[in-house]
């Protein structure tokens, strides 16, 4: 079913079928929609029979929905979407967050608003994806920027959604699930499994004290579970109208993922102590990471995860620079979580450059703009 | 196994009003599952949003409370995840047929093993009385003051369209009948859905001079008109006029395979 270990030249989307196999992903549903749809068409080749099922749905209501009902079945469940399919999953988006049930959700982000443009590459969903659904709650979110990311941490979607009982998010944009690459299939791979209420067991995932991430009640084992939505104690008891319950359990949700940040967060550094540093991640770091290779005057944090916000990588970038330079494919969304963080960590000049209409940032693009910045 | 050990005593008091039809509903269905021998550790009952989907909460087994419209998503997800499971539904005229009546016929046409229970009040209940899709013409709800003047769904006759195995529909009043077809429904492999015309004295009757459920139960009396399946009806529909009918009966009872079936996973469940 998995595809031994080895070399392979595939394209992103694929990689992330590779990843999602490799992780054990037992159900998909999904609808077709650019620039995602090779994923779901991967995983219709290889969900069958006894590897799992695959399901195309009405719509991505309902995929998203049968998603959660087959992870409350025991099994690893995604789906993968664009934009227009991503807006139409978050009132069940909020639902996994309050239930706790462990989901993957891919988006190949394109440009938006509405349809805009479904063939190029965008990062206009990042806020979406951290405050799409109403109520606070907390998700977790990587960004890959290379094929290889798009297997790798496909792979840590399924992890920290199993350990930490969230949904969790691959944001991946157009540029990176087209982009064809090498893909590494390594010969073991970590994956977490949820802890299962009623199961003794040793291994990562109990790292995580049960008073945070309670075990996983799967149903028809006699555990009379009671999932839901609404404000509900311990044992599922509804309490909508008790402050108390609400609040602790909002509280409770949120803290397990932030308490958790730096478990949770993934990165890379280069040229650490830059006078000049740029903060990026999936597609549009491409570019920057060309020029901070290059050009020893020139730091890069590609972040690898970001939500939650890796607020300690970020200020450890900061700390030393006199600029900083983000690189988005959006209007600035991430940036001013950024600015935030650098500025409390003392550096004063953060800046964006905003990249729109469907392609990443070039190097010489990130150049032109650092030069403007006073650098190079 | 006694009727009342299917309910999750501890959560009581319950939140439906005096008059409410789903006691009558969950009476019904409980002696109907008892018939069928079925287990409630291996069932699992699944619910949108409303009164009618706050049944699951009261029923002592696992239950998924789920988003309002979505229910029958949701089940098909356990379901073919964990094939193994009995998938019970419970969902609202509202939940069913307005919001989630995407999923409701496309539930029926992928044909799903699972038992789908609507109990249709013709209104909004958990809300205050708004009209539903259900809602009869003319009548009044709180918006719909000057009287409703959109026409109702007929959802069991849209689940036989769809391709449901199983529909039928009776009120709260045909209770033997009701039971008897939730039995059936329960043993029947693919889609079935049980309709359930019932009462809402607070919400519906009260705006429409029923405030009484006793008066509910004689409309629906007096209103019935019974189509058996094996007769080929004429053209009928549920159009709840005070003039018109109720059809109740049971319209449909066929082997179609299931999806589990067809893609083969029940053999891995
Ligand atoms: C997306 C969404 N829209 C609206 C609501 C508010 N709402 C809660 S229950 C309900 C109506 C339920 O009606 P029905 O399904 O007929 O069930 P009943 O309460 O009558 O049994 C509505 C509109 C909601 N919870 N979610």
């Given amino acids: 079913m998995t595809i031994p270990p080895g070399e392979y030249f595939v394209q992103g989307n694929d990689a992330c079928v590779e990843g999602a196999l490799a992780s054990g992903v037992k159900f998909f549903a999904g609808y077709p929609i650019t620039p995602s749809t090779e994923i779901a068409e991967g995983l219709a080749q290889r969900l069958k029979g006894q590897n799992g099922v695959f399901l195309q749905m009405e719509d991505e209501i309902a995929c998203i929905s049968a998603v959660i009902g087959a992870s409350w079945g025991g099994a690893k469940a995604m789906t993968a979407t664009s934009g227009p399919g991503f807006s139409l999953m978050q009132e069940a988006i909020g639902y996994a967050a309050m239930s706790e049930t462990p989901v993957v959700l891919v988006n190949v982000m394109r440009g938006g608003p509405s349809t805009g443009q479904p063939t190029k590459a965008s990062q206009g969903d990042v806020m979406q994806t951290k405050w799409g659904s109403h109520g606070d709650y907390q998700v977790i979110a990587f960004a890959p920027a290379t094929v290889q990311e798009m297997f790798d941490l496909t792979v840590e979607c399924f992890n920290y959604s199993e350990k930490y009982r969230v949904p969790a998010f691959l944001l991946s944009d157009a540029e990176v699930g087209h982009m064809r690459g090498l893909l590494r299939v390594p010969e073991k791979l970590n994956v977490i499994d949820r802890k299962e209420m009623g199961i003794r067991r040793t291994d990562e995932a109990y790292d995580v004290p049960d008073d945070l991430v309670k075990p996983f009640p799967v149903f028809g084992k006699g555990h009379k579970a009671i999932i839901t939505g609404m404000t509900h104690t311990e044992t599922g008891r509804i309490e909508p109208e008790d402050s108390k319950v609400h609040s602790d359990l909002v509280r409770r949700l949120n803290e397990k993922v932030l308490r958790n940040r730096k478990d949770i967060n993934k990165w890379e550094m280069i040229g650490e102590g830059s006078k000049t540093m740029i903060i990026s991640y999936g597609s549009s770091a491409l570019g920057a990471k060309e020029v901070a290779t290059k050009d020893p005057n020139v730091g890069l944090l590609r972040l690898k995860s970001i939500w939650p916000l890796p607020e300690e990588p970020i200020a450890q970038a900061a700390r030393g620079a006199q600029r900083i330079l983000v690189c988005e494919m959006n209007l600035g969304q991430l940036f001013f979580s950024i600015k935030r963080v650098a500025q409390d960590a003392g550096c004063k000049q953060v800046e964006l450059l905003s990249k729109l209409g469907g392609e990443p940032p070039t190097p010489s693009e990130v150049r032109h703009k650092l030069r403007s910045m006073g650098a190079v | ?269």
Avoid at chain 2, 19 to 31: D, K
Avoid at chain 2, 94 to 122: E, P, Y
């Fill in chain 2, 1 to 269: 196994m006694d009727i009342f050990e299917f309910y999750r005593k501890d959560r009581w008091p319950h939140v439906f009003c005096p008059g409410c039809g789903n006691g009558t509903v969950m009476n019904c269905f409980f002696r109907a599952f008892n018939e069928a021998g079925l287990s409630l550790d291996n069932t699992v009952f699944v619910g949108g949003i409303g009164c009618s989907s706050r049944v699951p909460l009261y029923i002592n087994s696992d239950a998924l409370h789920t988003t309002h419209g979505r229910a029958i998503a949701f089940a098909t997800g356990l379901k073919l995840a964990k094939p193994g499971l009995k998938v019970v539904v419970f969902t609202g005229d509202g939940d069913l047929g307005a919001i989630g009546g995407n999923h409701f016929i496309n539930g029926c046409r992928r044909n799903v093993d699972m038992t789908v229970i609507c109990i249709n009040n013709n209104i909004y209940g958990m809300t205050g009385g708004q009209a539903s899709i259900t809602t009869p013409h003319d009548f009044q709800s709180t918006t719909t003051p000057y009287g409703n003047k959109e026409y109702p769904f007929d959802l069991a006759e849209i689940a036989v369209a769809a391709g449901a195995n199983y529909v039928a529909r009776w009120t709260t009043r045909q209770v033997h009948e009701l039971t008897k077809s939730m039995k059936s429904a329960l043993q029947k492999r693919g889609f079935a859905l049980v309709e359930v015309v019932s009462q809402c004295p607070t919400n519906f009757g009260r705006r429409n001079k029923m405030a009484d459920p006793s008066q509910m139960l004689e409309w629906f009396k007096s209103n019935t008109v019974r189509r058996d399946k094996a007769k080929s009806a004429e053209l009928d529909h549920v159009d709840l006029n005070l003039a018109g009918q109720i059809t109740v009966g049971e319209f449909v009872d066929r082997n179609r395979e299931c999806y589990e079936e067809l893609i083969g996973v029940e053999k891995h469940g």
